[in-house]
C-alpha cells in the first residue's frame, strides 16, 4: 500500500490558461512577493508569452530543455541565481514539457533546501517544504504534471526528487496549450504515456487502482492514435490520458522500458520519451500486446525509429547504462517479482541494450 499525496488543485478545459491570474493572486504577497516564471524556450517570441500574466517585479526565464534532460547543476545555478538577484519568491510557474514541469518542481523544492540537489536524489530525503508552485503542461504524456517525482540526472545518477511535498500545489491544464506540438514529439510523448499504462498494468504492483486509471488511459490512446492523430478534440483526451497514465504508475510502477531508459538518457542525455519509444520497440518477449499495439500505432502515424544504435556504442557505455538500469529494484521487482535478481543479470541488460 502506498499513501501518496494528489495535487490540491486541478482546473481542467479550453481557455484554462486565462485563470492563472486569478490563481496567483492571493500568493502574490508571500516571501519576497514576485512570481517566478519558468517557460519553455519554444513560446519566447510566440503568443503565449504575451499571455503569461506577469506583474512588475516578476521574473521569467526562457529556459532550452532541448536536446537534453534537465540536470541537478542546472536547477542548482537556477535557484541560486534568482535567491541572490531577487530573492525568494511568492509562487513559481512552470509552462512547458515534462522536463519543465520537473525543473519546476524541483527548483520549488530546492529555493528551501540547503546545498546541491545532488543531495536530495532520492525519497523523502528533502527537509522543508518548497515554494507554492504550479504546473502548466504544454506537452502531454510524461505524467510529470501529477508526479511526485523531479527527475534530475545528476554526476552520479539519473533521479528524482521524490516527496509529497514536490506535487504541484495547482495544475492548470488546458489543451489548446498543446495544439502546436511538432508531430513526432507528439507521437513520442504520448507513447510514454502508453508505455507508463503497459508497465503500470503488467507487474506484480498493479492493483484496483492502478488498473482503472491505465484501463481508462490506454482507451483514450487507442482513440487517438489509431484515430485522427492531433485534433483540438483528441488534444483533450491525451491531455487526460497522460494524467491518468501518471496516476496510474503513481499507485503501481514502470518496467522494463523505463528501467532501460534511465541508462540510455543517463550516458547519451536521450530524452525521455524518445529513448522509451526507441527501446520499447525490442521488448516483444516481455510485453508481447503492447510492442505489437505500439507498433501499428508507428505505422499509422507514419513515424520511424532509429535502430542499429549499438552498433555506436562502445563495451564501456553499454556496460554503464547496464549498471545504471540495474541498480533500478523497484521497477524489476515490479516487472520480475521479489526474486527478480534470480531472473535478470547485468549480462541480460546488456544484451538488451545491443538489440537497440
Ligand atoms: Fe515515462
Known amino acids: 500500500m502506498k499513501n501518496f499525496k494528489n495535487i490540491e488543485h486541478i482546473v481542467f478545459g479550453r481557455g484554462s490558461f486565462n485563470t492563472l491570474d486569478k490563481i496567483l493572486n492571493p500568493h502574490r504577497n508571500n516571501n519576497d512577493e514576485f512570481i517566478f516564471f519558468v517557460v519553455d524556450n519554444y513560446f519566447k517570441g510566440k503568443e503565449l508569452e504575451n499571455k503569461i500574466p506577469s506583474e512588475k517585479k516578476d521574473v521569467i526565464r526562457f529556459i532550452d530543455v532541448d536536446p537534453y534532460e ?5 536547477v542548482d545555478q537556477l535557484r541560486d541565481e ?3 538577484n531577487y530573492g525568494l519568491p511568492a509562487a513559481i510557474v512552470g509552462i512547458g514539457g515534462g522536463s519543465i514541469m520537473d525543473i519546476a518542481k524541483a527548483v520549488a ?11 536530495y536524489q532520492g525519497l523523502d530525503l528533502i527537509k522543508n517544504p518548497g515554494v507554492f508552485h504550479i504546473g502548466v503542461p504544454t506537452i502531454s504524456g510524461t505524467g510529470a504534471e501529477v508526479s511526485m517525482t523531479a527527475v534530475l540526472t545528476g554526476p552520479e545518477k539519473k533521479l528524482g526528487l521524490k516527496c509529497d511535498w514536490t506535487i504541484f500545489n495547482q495544475v492548470i491544464l488546458d489543451p489548446d496549450l498543446i495544439a502546436t506540438v511538432p508531430h513526432d514529439k507528439w507521437f513520442y510523448t504520448g507513447m510514454d504515456t502508453y ?3 503497459i508497465e503500470s498494468e503488467n507487474g506484480i504492483f498493479n492493483n484496483a487502482l492502478s ?3 491505465a484501463e481508462q488511459s490506454l482507451k483514450l490512446c487507442r482513440n487517438i492514435y489509431f484515430g485522427d492523430g492531433q485534433t483540438p478534440e483528441n488534444d483533450d483526451k491525451l491531455m487526460i490520458a497522460s494524467m491518468m497514465g501518471g496516476l496510474s504508475l503513481t499507485y503501481s510502477e514502470v518496467g522494463v ?3 532501460l531508459s534511465y541508462g540510455l538518457s543517463k550516458v547519451f542525455g536521450t530524452k525521455h520519451c524518445f529513448a522509451n519509444c526507441v527501446i520499447f520497440q525490442h521488448l516483444d518477449d516481455f510485453y508481447s500486446e503492447g510492442v505489437s499495439e505500439f507498433k501499428q500505432m508507428l505505422n499509422k502515424q507514419n513515424i520511424k525509429l532509429p535502430v542499429g544504435l549499438s552498433k555506436e556504442w562502445s563495451d564501456d557505455q553499454i556496460n554503464t547504462m547496464s549498471e545504471i538500469a540495474y541498480k533500478l529494484s523497484h521497477m524489476w521487482r515490479h516487472a520480475f517479482g521479489e526474486d527478480w535478481q534470480k531472473r535478470l543479470s547485468i549480462d541480460k541488460l546488456k544484451e538488451l541494450y545491443k538489440r537497440m
Not at 70 to 74: I, K, R, S
Request: aromatic share 8%; with cysteine; hydrophobic share 35%.
Open 257 to 259: 522500458c523505463h528501467a
Open 211 to 213: 488498473h482503472a486509471y
Open 70 to 74: 534537465p540536470t541537478t547543476e542546472q
Open 195 to 197: 508505455i507508463h499504462c
Open 109 to 119: 523544492l530546492m529555493f528551501t533546501n540547503e546545498g546541491s540537489s545532488v543531495l
Open 82 to 84: 534568482v535567491l541572490k
